[in-house]
Structure formats: structure tokens, C-alpha cells
């Protein structure tokens, strides 16, 4: 009698007793992950990254496509200008349509213009005496990339040629061009030398600046003694190009840095890229023709990609019991981007998974939330099926 009272008072106690919680753990954990291509979509033409030289392209926003060499140190030559000429305007703002204060052209500027002729540099000429705006110096030095021009706006803008160059070493560090260093504004001198990535971040803040982008898309302007004058880069207009800068010296090659709009999928996207040190019969003309057959092929790289799949598991959760269930993303995450790029994924679990008894089909136990270039989407994460709960013969042999 005894035995069947204990026994019977063991089982109640074993019915009544709580289950404990089943774990829930995440299986999705905080990471990154690699944008694919969605399916039916073309293949991404590859880079034909020129087989000398230094390049770099990456879209605007979302990161590098690829290059060559794209940290070697070379010579930048006129490429130099583009810093000369986000200095004197970060020192002397001009809005869209502004002129900007005069500029004299001095006896001296007007004797290194017939100097500069003679050593065959490229100028634009100047008179003594010959005034022209802010913005028309700058229109000299970004499109016929006037030497000349360069010195006067560095003497201009610092007061002399060194001072200038000083704070073009300090913007360098200051934006992150952490191989680039000039020893003049105009590149004429081959110690001015960077490298094709930071030739690549520079014209992302050279593009910024609306004055700059407006004169570098010019394919002529026309100055005061000089006329109407005419920019080297030739292929403005082609594949989207929009500039930036071309330069040439024989120490350098051709370089050319450049940036590319197209509107894709009703959204425009901007290619930067930069071809140094490019060789051949007509040095510069090979530079440009090696930046015309990237941009085309850049272009192709973007597309809707899938960041992250629907279906994909997020949360596993367990019982002691043996019932198990998972969590699964309720939707994918798609996105107009470049395949391959990178994704920043987080999991937060629902505050219910921290002590699961039971799951419901349908039940949200978590949270995806995905980080990509151009925004942040959130994505429940619901359990494909529910927890069984603990059987009697489970309960009852329990310890």
C-alpha cells in the first residue's frame, strides 16, 4: 500500500513539475555575407584591367570592383591639379554660377608663360595685366590642365608656390591619401606621386563639389586672352563618362582618373576609376582608351542582388525532451548593388526566446536586420513548425 501511495504521489509530482525551457540558440550570427547575383540575371562583363600600369574602379557607394597594382606609388603628373584645385576652392568657396574674385596675371606669371612655351608645357597663354575670375583660372587649370595656372592659383590662394604645396600634403593625410605626396600643384615634377586607389578617393571628393563637377565635364571654355581652348580628355560622353583628369608627362605615362554616370534599374550610378602610368606611341590616348573599356565593363557588375535568401536559417531551438524546430527567414532581401558586395547581418532574438515552453508554426523568434550600402531592412524569422510538447513518458522518467 505503501509503495502504490508513494508511487502515485512520484507521477503527480513528475506531471505537475515545469518542463524546463527549450534553448533556443542562433545559428545566423552576427557576420557578413556575399551578395550574389540574382537568378536569370547576365553575367557581369569581366574588368579588362590594362596589362601595364596601375588602375582601380569601384562604384560610388558601394565599394571597389577591382584594379592592378593599385597600390604602387607613380607619378601622378596633371592628376596632381585635381588636389590644387579642391584646395583653392575649400579656401575660396564658389557656388553654381559664381565668378569669384580677380585674379591679376602679374610680369612675372606672363614670363613664365613664354618660359613654359619654350619647355613645351601645357599652358594657356597670359598677359600681364590680364585679370580673369576664380572660376575662369580654375576652367584653365582642369581643362586644358594649364601649368601655368596652377602656379598662379597656388601663389594666389598660400601666397607662395611652397606654402601651397604644404597644405597640399596636409589635405592629402587629411582625406585619407595616405601614399600621395606632392612636391608642386601642377604634377610636373615626378616625386608629385600617388598611388591608383588614392587617386580613386580623391576624385570622390573631387565629384562632390559642384563647381568642380561642372568644369570638369566641360569639353572647352573659352578665356580671356587665350580663346577658346580645348580639354584633353577626348572621351567625355562615351560609355557615361563625366571627367575628371588627364595628365602625361615622360616620367609618368598616361594617367587619366575618371568618373562615369548611368542610370540603371531608375536609379543613377556613378563609376570612379583611375588608369595610371599607361604606355605606347601616344601614352595619354592609351590611358583613355583603357578607362573607356573599364567604364563600359564596370557598368555590368551592377544589378539586383540578393543579399540574403528567403529560407535561410536564423534560430535552431532545442528541448530536452527531443522536439527541435527552426527559424527561418520569412523573405529575402534584395537590393539594387554590385555583385559581391558585402552585407552587415544582425540577429536580435524576441524577447519569448529567451524561455521557449512551447512554439507555435508561424511564430516569430527573432529579428534579421541587414546593413548594406543604400539602406537597412529588417526580416522576421519564423519558426517553420511548432514544438511538440513534452510527452507524458518523458515527463514521468525525468530525474
Not at 544582425?346 to 508554426?361: E, G
Amino acid at each position: 500500500m505503501v509503495l502504490v501511495v508513494f508511487a502515485a504521489a512520484y507521477c503527480a509530482v513528475q506531471i505537475l513539475r515545469p518542463p524546463p525551457a527549450a534553448t533556443a540558440s542562433v545559428v545566423l550570427t552576427a557576420r557578413t555575407v556575399r551578395a550574389v547575383a540574382s537568378a536569370g540575371d547576365p553575367p557581369a562583363v569581366p574588368l579588362p584591367l590594362p596589362a601595364a600600369g596601375a588602375a582601380d574602379v569601384a562604384v560610388e557607394g558601394y565599394g571597389q570592383l577591382g584594379g592592378t597594382n593599385q597600390e604602387a606609388v607613380l607619378p601622378l603628373a596633371s592628376v596632381a591639379k585635381l588636389m590644387t584645385a579642391l584646395i583653392v576652392l575649400k579656401d575660396h568657396p564658389l557656388a553654381p554660377g559664381e565668378q569669384g574674385p580677380l585674379l591679376s596675371v602679374s610680369a612675372s606669371d606672363a614670363a613664365t608663360y613664354a618660359a613654359e612655351v619654350a619647355a613645351d608645357d601645357s599652358v594657356v597663354k597670359v598677359e600681364a595685366g590680364e585679370q580673369l575670375s576664380e572660376f575662369q583660372a580654375l576652367e584653365a587649370l582642369l581643362v586644358p590642365s594649364a601649368d601655368n595656372m596652377a602656379d598662379i592659383l597656388a601663389t594666389w590662394d598660400a601666397g607662395s608656390v611652397g606654402a601651397f604645396v604644404a597644405k597640399m600634403n596636409a589635405e592629402a593625410r587629411a582625406l585619407g591619401l595616405l601614399a600621395t605626396h606632392y612636391v608642386d600643384p601642377a604634377g610636373l615634377d615626378p616625386s608629385s606621386a600617388g598611388t591608383a586607389a588614392d587617386m580613386v578617393r580623391l576624385a570622390s571628393y573631387v565629384m562632390a563639389v559642384p563647381v568642380l563637377r561642372e568644369i570638369v565635364a566641360m569639353p572647352q571654355v573659352t578665356l580671356p586672352v587665350a580663346g577658346t581652348v580645348y580639354n584633353y580628355d577626348t572621351v567625355l560622353g562615351h560609355d557615361g563618362i563625366i571627367g575628371i583628369k588627364t595628365g602625361s608627362t615622360p616620367e609618368a605615362g598616361g594617367n587619366f582618373v575618371f568618373a562615369a554616370r548611368r542610370s540603371l534599374y531608375g536609379r543613377t550610378f556613378t563609376v570612379l576609376g583611375a588608369v595610371l602610368d599607361q604606355g605606347g606611341t601616344q601614352p595619354l590616348q592609351s590611358a583613355l582608351d583603357e578607362a573607356e573599356r573599364l567604364c563600359a565593363a564596370a557598368f555590368s557588375h551592377i544589378t539586383e542582388v540578393t543579399i540574403l535568401p528567403a529560407g535561410a536559417k536564423v534560430v535552431a531551438v532545442d528541448s530536452p525532451w527531443g522536439s527541435k524546430t527552426v527559424a527561418v527567414t520569412s523573405r529575402s532581401v534584395q537590393a539594387l548593388g554590385v555583385a559581391g558586395e558585402t552585407a552587415a547581418v544582425k540577429v536580435q532574438m524576441a524577447p519569448s526566446a529567451a524561455r521557449l515552453h512551447s512554439v507555435k508554426a508561424g511564430e516569430q523568434l527573432a529579428t534579421v536586420r541587414v546593413s548594406f550600402p543604400g539602406g537597412t531592412a529588417d526580416v522576421p524569422a519564423l519558426a517553420v513548425s511548432g514544438l511538440q510538447p513534452a510527452p507524458l513518458t518523458w515527463r514521468l522518467s525525468r530525474t
